[in-house]
Each structure stands twice: as C-alpha cells, then as structure tokens.
C-alpha cells in the first residue's frame, strides 16, 4: 500500500516558478514508476511528466518540455515536478501517480493517486 500527499501548489503569476512535492508512504516507492498528471473542471485527467524506477528516464507532454522537470530521491520517497515559465494553461489541479510501468501511467492506468494540489497562474 502507498499513500501518495502532494504540496507545493498555489497562486503565481505567468512566468513564474512552482515546484510541487509528492510524500509517498510505505516501503515500495521504488517499486513503482512515478508521474504527474492534471486536471481543469469539465476536462479529462491529462499526463504531464513520468519517471523511471531508477530516475534514468523521464517523459513530459509537449505541453511542458523545456519548462517541467520531473525528479524523484528514492531514499527520501519523495517525486518533485519543478515547473518553470508558468503560463495560464497550465492551471488545473495536479495529482501524483503510482503506476507499475511507464506505458501504463501515461495511459492513466495507476494503482496510486494523491488527492492533488491547486496550481493557479494568473496572465
């Protein structure tokens, strides 16, 4: 069993700097591939950002390449998406994911989801 809590969201304006955090609980985070997702009422959940058990390889929707990167610390159980040059369409709520394969969580197919954190970027 893995609790997944994400923090870090908030308000900031375009152009700016968030960088949210994911606490997992229990002993298998490493077991797991890690990603983040988002979501805008009246929309689908949308992948964002994966990465590897190892943290050898990470994958970002077109949307934020070059903006987002995507890190995870084994030892300390924690995945973090730093996101940079924010604009007003990435505002949705985030959600952290545990999935057992990476094709897997990019189809949103997780056995883990955070409860999620509010992103706002006003223009």
């Known amino acids: 069993q893995v609790q997944l809590v994400e923090s870090g969201g908030g308000l900031v304006q375009a152009g700016g700097s968030l960088r949210l955090s994911c606490a997992a609980s229990g002993r298998t985070f490493s077991f797991y591939v890690m990603g983040w997702f988002r979501q805008v009422p009246g929309k689908e959940r949308e992948f964002v950002a994966a990465?590897?058990?190892?943290?050898?390889?990470?994958y970002y929707t077109n949307s934020v390449k070059g903006r987002f990167t995507i890190s995870r610390d084994n030892a300390k159980n924690t995945v973090t998406l730093q996101m940079n040059s924010l604009k007003p369409e990435d505002t949705a709520v985030y959600y952290c994911?545990?999935?057992?394969?990476?094709?897997?969580?990019?189809?949103?197919?997780?056995?883990?989801w955070g409860q999620g954190t509010q992103v706002t970027v006003s223009s």
């Open positions: 990465i590897t058990r190892s943290g050898s390889s990470t």
């Open positions: 994911a545990a999935s057992g394969s990476v094709d897997g969580l990019r189809r949103g197919v997780c056995e883990y």
